[in-house]
């Protein structure tokens, strides 16, 4: 049953199940507890989708830009994100933002970079969203760098790729 649901995932996603399968089957409760997880990666604090996804794919962007990248850019358009957004996000084209989602992008990569700047952003996100946003922005960062440590470390790991959204395929703008 599990495995069905993981082949669901490939074939809904062309996202290359392999090192979920593996985990699946080496051992079924370490399996178990990663779905668990899912309860904080889905956490939204009732923020708009496009909010949420700056940080995932920002983060995502920041440790992997392959296959990950593309789940998330995927998962971002499911939930009715703008592509236009998507793929000023990918870009990091903070001009072609709205003011909201650019501090997101900018947030993210300055927690990312462990940058005291950060501070700074965090007082206007609390402004926006309270505490509640925050703690949501805070789960989407966090729980987005677990997938590619996690395939990383089983082998999985795949080098940059161009994403597509839509029909554009990018390559995503990494910090420097």
């Known amino acids: 049953?599990?495995?069905?649901?993981?082949?669901?995932?490939?074939?809904?996603?062309?996202?290359?199940?392999?090192?979920?399968?593996?985990?699946?089957?080496?051992?079924?409760?370490?399996?178990?507890?990663?779905?668990?997880?899912?309860?904080?990666?889905?956490?939204?604090?009732?923020?708009?989708?496009?909010?949420?996804?700056?940080?995932?794919?920002?983060?995502?962007?920041?440790?992997?830009?392959?296959?990950?990248?593309?789940?998330?850019v995927n998962l971002a358009l499911?939930?009715?994100?703008?592509?236009?957004?998507v793929q000023a996000i990918v870009d990091r084209d903070l001009n072609k933002l709205p003011e909201d989602i650019a501090l997101v992008v900018e947030f993210t990569e300055l927690v990312l970079a462990h940058d005291p700047e950060a501070d700074n952003l965090r007082a206007r996100i609390l402004a926006l969203w309270g505490k509640k946003g925050l703690v949501a922005i805070g789960y989407s960062i966090s729980s987005s760098r677990v997938y590619p440590a996690l395939k990383y470390t089983l082998g999985y790991g795949k080098t940059c790729s161009r994403v597509r959204v839509n029909d554009l395929s990018l390559a995503p703008t990494r910090p420097a």
């Open 78 to 85: 499911e939930a009715e994100v703008n592509p236009a957004i």
């Open 1 to 72: 049953m599990l495995n069905k649901m993981l082949l669901s995932m490939k074939k809904r996603y062309d996202y290359d199940v392999g090192y979920l399968q593996d985990i699946l089957q080496t051992d079924a409760k370490a399996f178990l507890k990663l779905m668990a997880f899912q309860t904080m990666s889905s956490h939204t604090g009732n923020l708009p989708p496009a909010v949420l996804f700056a940080a995932r794919l920002r983060a995502i962007i920041w440790d992997d830009c392959g296959p990950c990248t593309q789940l998330i």
